[in-house]
Every structure is written in C-alpha cells, then in structure tokens.
C-alpha cells in the first residue's frame, strides 16, 4: 500500500508542476471553502505565496471586501454542489489593480457524492474587457454623431 500512495503523491506533484506552468489561476477548496491549493500563477499576481493562502477562506481570501459580494451566487452553487461555467469575477492584484477573471469550476465528490473539493481555473481577460467597453463607447459615439443605431 506504501508503493500506491508514493505514486499518488508523485501524481499530485506532476499535476501541481502543470498547473504552475499553465497561463492560467488555478486555486481548490475544500468543501468548507478554505484553500488546499493555489498555483504559481495566482500567488504572483496576489503577491503572497501559498503558504499565505493554504488553510484560509478563498472567498475571504481572494476576494476580500468590496469584491465578496461578486461570489454570493458563486458560494451558493457550491453550497449545492453545481459547477459554476464562464463566471466573470474582479479582484485586485498586489498593487490594487483590478483583474478581470472568467472562471470555471470542477467538483471532486466522495463516493458518497459528497463535495470534496473545488477545483477553479481562471484566465485574466481585463484587456479583453477594456477592448470590449472601448469599443461599446465608440459605438456609442458613432450612434451619438451619425443618428444610427448599431447592432446589439
């Protein structure tokens, strides 16, 4: 028994070396929502390191004051054990700077079918964001100067 979980720890530090060379948040919880693991990624645009992270409340945690409301809906599909696909979150980097993530979500059940863990990968699309406003104002402004109205 000693060789199988020696190969599952192996396992874990392979995933866990992917995850930190992904573009890419990765970050699970546990089903009392604290933090069991945080990539590379997501602990240097938060300035801290996992150990900072490991143990705490990820909705406390990396979405601290006025971002927590934004993870309500979120909170409560975990609660009920439903993947959240496609959620659109801000949250600041160490500086302040907010980041606009679209995250996606991975359930770990028991055999029971009891939630285990959350597994959330998410990918930074504030430019994405900003292109997507600037150019809603310029259609705006076009509508504005020339009395059309542009497709939706």
């Not at 396992?11 to 009392?32: S, T």
């Not at 160490?94 to 285990?116: D, F, I, N, P, Y």
């Not at 959330?120 to 997507?132: P, Q, R, V, W």
């Not at 406003?133 to 705006?140: I, P």
């Amino acid at each position: 028994m000693g060789a199988d979980f020696a190969g599952m720890d192996y396992q874990k530090l392979r995933l866990e070396k992917l995850f930190d060379c992904l573009d890419a948040f990765v970050v699970e919880w546990d089903a009392q929502g604290e933090v069991i693991y945080v990539n590379a990624n997501l602990c240097e645009l938060r300035g801290c390191t996992p150990a900072d992270l490991l143990g705490r409340s990820v909705f406390e945690t990396l979405f601290p004051g006025k971002y927590a409301d934004q993870w309500d809906q979120a909170r409560m599909s975990f609660v009920r054990s439903i993947p959240v696909a496609d959620y659109r979150a801000t949250f600041p980097d160490m500086l302040g700077k907010e980041h606009t993530v679209l995250w996606t979500t991975a359930l770990r059940t028991q055999a029971s079918g009891r939630l285990s863990s959350v597994i959330a990968f998410g990918i930074d699309i504030t430019e994405l964001s900003i292109a997507m406003h600037s150019l809603k104002d310029l259609t705006q402004t076009l509508e504005k100067v020339f009395g059309v109205v542009a497709p939706a």
